[in-house]
């Protein structure tokens, strides 16, 4: 099976479960709370892992305590670790994450060691470009890193595919003729082309050189641009909404299975439906995604 090299970031989740958001100056107890694996980057791989894609992390951790939850994690899962190394200097990136009871979540980040993957880092990795089919990253490290690691895909006939999560302006619009796969939702779409017409952004997307946009729209599923017409593929509906952290990851991940399985974009999209429906019915990201097991493959046609 094709291998994917996922550069990105990896944190560990500090997540509270609360009944509603604390105020300014306010002090409130949670309902529950947990500790995990996430990282949009580290997400991503597990999640691929989990589906049996080899798929290896290129990315850095912190000197702290902290890495050692990381390593494990990726590495129980499946994911190639031998991309990952230790900053000298700053600890893990972290998230402090509050999800309420309809499962919606807040974060605020703490880059660490993500801040740190600089051109130097992904040069010295190059030569984990040469065995692999697709490059997949995220917007949680620096952009110029991104740029670069674009270009070097490119340079090694890689497949690329980004998440444009979370949402930054792009100041050098020369970045989208290397883009493959774009997946963006409503906010990200209208942040990178300034228009609420989602048809129109894509045109506006694919005019400067990203092959092709698939658009997350929550609830109401995703879809991407077929023949002039917005084709939109329903999400499954979940009755019990726990925790959503993670599901655009799960979503990534799911649908790049789908097109190195089937390299059908309507088909890759209804996978990733179905697979990210399994990751936010259970707390946390990464260990909220499922093993190919557990997925009932029956609710796809
Ligand atoms: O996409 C969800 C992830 O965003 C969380 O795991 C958190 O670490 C942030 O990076």
Redesign the pocket.
């Known amino acids: 099976m094709e291998k994917v090299l996922v550069l990105g ?1 990896i ?1 560990i ?1 500090f997540v509270s479960f609360v009944s509603q958001y604390p105020k300014p100056g306010e002090t409130l107890i949670s309902n529950d709370f947990g500790i ?1 694996q ?3 980057g580290a ?1 991503q791989a597990i999640a691929l892992a989990k589906l049996d894609v080899p798929t290896l992390m290129l990315g850095k951790v912190g000197k702290d305590a902290l890495n050692d939850f990381a390593f494990s994690s990726l590495k129980e899962s499946g994911v190639d670790i031998s991309g990952i190394s230790k900053s000298k200097k700053v600890s893990t ?1 972290s ?1 402090s ?1 509050w999800v309420n009871t309809q499962g919606q979540n807040s ?1 605020v ?1 703490y880059p660490g060691a993500n801040g740190e993957i600089d051109e130097d880092f992904i040069f010295q990795h190059e030569k984990f470009f040469d065995n692999a089919s697709w490059l997949l990253t995220q917007f ?1 490290i620096p952009l110029e890193s991104i740029f670069f690691a674009l270009k070097l895909a490119k340079a090694h006939k890689l497949k690329t595919i980004i998440d444009p ?1 979370p949402v930054r302006e792009i100041v050098n619009n020369d970045i989208w003729e290397l883009v493959d796969y774009l997946l963006p939702n409503e906010i990200e779409l209208k942040e990178f082309t300034n228009t609420e017409n989602v048809l129109k952004a894509i045109h506006i997307l694919k005019s400067r050189g990203v092959k092709e946009v698939i658009v997350k729209l929550g609830k109401q599923g995703a879809g991407y641009e077929d023949n002039g017409s917005f084709n939109l593929f329903s999400a499954l509906p979940v009755e019990n909404v726990v925790d959503t ?2 599901a ?2 799960c979503f990534i991940a799911a649908f790049l299975y789908g097109m190195i399985q089937w390299g059908n974009i309507p088909r890759a999209i209804k996978i990733a439906n179905l697979i990210s429906a399994y990751s936010i019915q259970k707390k946390g ?2 260990i909220s995604f499922p093993i190919k097991s557990e997925i009932d493959w029956k609710k796809l046609e």
């Open positions: 970031s944190n989740d995990f996430g990282g949009k997400n990136g998230a994450i974060i980040l949680e999560a952290t993670g655009g990851d990201a990464a």
